[in-house]
Structure formats: C-alpha cells, structure tokens
C-alpha cells in the first residue's frame, strides 16, 4: 500500500515561477498512489502548458470555468465534490488575496469556495484546503498579504511553507514554494490523524561512536532510519518533536528538531538536558554499551600481534530516564538475535518500561522493512511486516492509545 492509495487531488496551479516544480508534485502524488486532476489559472498556464499536466497525471486538465466537459457544466462542483483534498502549488499572493475574501471569479477560486466542509448542512465530509504560497519576499512580507494569511488561518485552509532562501528575482528570503517532496509529506501528513497534537516527543536514534584514537572507533551498523521513521511519524501526528542523533547519513524529518551528537555520553547529555516538559521518550538508538577506557591521542600503530582493549560501561540512557520520578511515558527498542519474547518482556521488566519495541536483528538492523512485535502490559501485539515508515505509524498509534487522557480545557 502507498500514502495516497485511493486519494483524489485537486491540484491548482497558480502563475508563479515555482509553477514548473508542480510537474514534479504530479508525478510524486501519482507515485504516491493518488489521482491527480490539474486545474490551471491563465497565469499559471503562461508558465507551464496544460499538455505537461496533461502527460504527467494521465487526466484531462481544467482552465476553464465554462468547460462544457464537467457533468452540468460545472467544473467548480465536480472538481472539489469528489476530491480528498485540494492542494494550490504554487499559490500566488494574487490567488490567496482572491480565496482570503471569498472571490470566485475563475474555475480555481470557486472551487476552493465550493469545496465541502465537514459541519456544514449538505457536506458529507470535509475536503481540505492546501495552499503552497511562493512569491518574493517583499510580496510575502507585505501587510496585505500577511492579513491574508492570517485569515486564510483562520478559516482553516492549511498553509505549507513558504520556505526560504534564493528566489528566482534574484532576491533571497521567506516565500520559496517548498520542495516537491517536502509538499508531499505535508499532504501526506495532512490525511493522518493528529494522534499526538500538543504533545512532546524525545527520541534518540542511530549508533553512537566511541573514538579509541584520532582515525578510529566502535560504532554498530545501526542505520538510524527506525529512529527517523519514528521521529517523522510522531511529527504527522501533529506532536513537537526532539531528535537526538548518533552519526547517520540521514535527513532530519520536516519539521523535526534534530540535535547531532557522536558518542552515548553526549547522547546522554543531551537527553537529560531536553527531557523536562517531554510527554514520551523513545529511545531507538543503538547505543555502545561501552566505550574505550583511554582515548589515544595519537593513531595506535601497527606493532603488536595483539592489542587487548580495556572497555568501561557506558551510561544507560532509557533506564535513568524511566526511574525519574519526571518520567515522560518511556518506550524501549530490544533488537534481539534470538528469544525475542523473552528478552524483550525482561528488558521491558528491567527497566520499568510501559512499552518496548521489539525486533530480531537479522531483520532490522540497516533493512527498509521492519517485523515488530510489541511488548506491553496487555500482552504481545505483533504488528503487520511493513515499510518502516509505516510500522512506525502503527507504533505512534499505540503510543498515542498509551497516554493519560488529557482533561478537557
Ligand atoms: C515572470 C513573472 C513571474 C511571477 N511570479 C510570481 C510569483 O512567483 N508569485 C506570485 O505570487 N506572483 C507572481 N507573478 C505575478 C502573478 O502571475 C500575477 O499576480 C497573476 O495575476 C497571478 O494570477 P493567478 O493567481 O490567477 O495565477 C509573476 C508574474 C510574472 C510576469
């Protein structure tokens, strides 16, 4: 199964430079198991040609607010009335003033005002609004278009981006449209539940690095894509998350904050010092339960036939967190070459630990796809063999499942 397996978007495009990266959003959404239907504004089409969109969705696209094609000669019903979601990328400063104050004076900006809102008589469902603001910085930095989007906010429509940085006038600042790929998580994400709004998550993730001498170390083949996976999933779910991390060759997540440290000491600093106020701590990272007695300040020659190393133990991380009277709700990963139940109960025992993930190395450790079993109170749950992206949400679900009711406000 894909992201958007069965998902209907809208897609507008608007007449902004960041119109030529939508081709590129296409083919991401059809990838991502979506159907596409391009509506383009008479800007927008000056900038790319319908017959792109056209090619790239596999669907006919809309300019028109007149198109005879639509059932009933209405375009603007049938373009959002069976939609999941409509997206605008890029949104013009142009088109956001127009949707901020209710105009529909083409096919883009009455649709957007047609579309369904959940609560509303005759709406069987809520159809979302994501706007993809891309214009220069003066434009984004204007009153009137920072009015504009407060109202937009206000009226609910989801606002992804802008980013910032070089701008096509040669200009830099706030109101580059987002990556095409950073939008397709945003929408991704958009369709998930907000299991985990308002709350603070703290992970760890990845191997740590014990130097012996300037050039070496001991380290674990630990990859940190679990860690990452579960970082981006409590994100989605709308918490505000904390990602402390071992060397790995990975990106932080959109939206993540993600503090870099290389050795379990430094993990450990920089656990505690981020831990007041967290609602859950994970930790997923591989963390060498020991490291060299001495640093040698200059690189270990060859000599020798044998070297024995002296090791000393190493801070544990989970365990001091989970004995702090503080204490966040505190998840445990146990990747095991054998008993997997076994040890995962005694760890998850040992430790005091509500929950702990378990897995069997040989089918984790640096692999893409994950079997999890999860080890609770209630029991043993395995969850389905899946993509990590996905068993990480699976894992945020019964996280979110796990946390103290909050009283209402
Ligand atoms: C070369 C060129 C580039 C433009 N780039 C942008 C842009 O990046 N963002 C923006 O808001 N407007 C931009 N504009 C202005 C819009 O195209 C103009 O406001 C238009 O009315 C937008 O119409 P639409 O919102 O219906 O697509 C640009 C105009 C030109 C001529």
């Not at 997923?284 to 007695?293: L, T």
Request: aromatic share 4%; with cysteine.
């Amino acid at each position: 199964m894909t992201d958007l397996d069965g998902k209907c978007i809208t897609l507008g495009v608007t007449g902004g430079v960041a119109a030529y990266k939508a081709a590129e959003l296409v083919r991401l959404l059809g990838k991502a198991g979506a159907r596409v239907r391009v509506v383009l504004t008479g800007a927008g089409a000056r900038f790319v040609t319908p017959v792109t969109f056209q090619a790239l969705s596999g669907n006919p696209v809309w300019t028109d607010l007149w198109d005879p094609r639509a059932s009933n000669n209405m375009a603007h019903i049938e373009l959002s009335r069976d939609a999941d979601a409509i997206v605008v990328a890029p949104a013009s400063a142009d088109f956001l003033a127009r949707i901020a104050h209710g105009l529909a004076n083409d096919l883009l900006t009455t649709l957007c005002l047609a579309r369904p809102r959940a609560g509303v008589e005759g709406a069987a469902r809520d159809c979302p609004l994501l706007v993809a603001p891309a214009m220069n910085v003066q434009m984004w930095e204007n009153p009137a278009t920072r009015r504009n989007m407060d109202v937009l906010r206000q009226d609910g429509v989801v606002v992804l981006g802008p980013g910032s940085g070089d701008q096509a006038c040669g200009e830099t600042g706030m109101g580059r449209m987002l990556e095409p790929e950073e939008l397709l998580d945003d929408i991704v994400a958009a369709f998930l539940p907000a299991l985990l709004a308002g709350r603070r998550v703290l992970l760890t993730a990845g191997p740590t690095f014990e130097p012996l001498d300037p050039v070496r170390g001991l380290t674990n083949s630990s990859s940190g894509r679990m860690g990452y996976a579960l970082a981006r999933a409590a994100a989605e779910a709308g918490a505000q998350v904390t990602l402390v991390s071992g060397p790995v060759s990975l990106a932080a997540p959109r939206g993540v904050r993600r503090v870099d440290v290389t050795t379990a000491r430094e993990m450990h600093a920089a656990v505690m010092e981020r831990l007041a106020g967290q609602d859950v701590f994970i930790g997923v990272a591989a963390v060498a339960d020991f490291r060299p007695a001495e640093f040698a300040v200059r690189k270990i020659k060859k000599g020798a036939a044998r070297l024995t190393l002296d090791l000393v133990a190493n801070p544990d991380i989970l365990a001091e967190v989970a004995v702090r009277p503080d204490r966040p709700l505190c998840v445990g990963f146990a990747a095991e070459s054998e008993n997997l139940d076994a040890y995962a109960e005694a760890k998850r025992r040992a430790k005091g630990l509500p929950l702990v993930v378990g897995n069997l190395v040989h089918e984790a450790l640096g692999r893409e796809d994950s079997t999890v079993v999860l080890f609770d109170d209630a029991g043993r749950h395995p969850l389905p063999p899946g993509p990590k992206m996905e068993v990480a949400r699976r894992i945020i679900a019964h996280i979110a499942a796990m946390m103290p009711r909050r009283a209402p406000v």
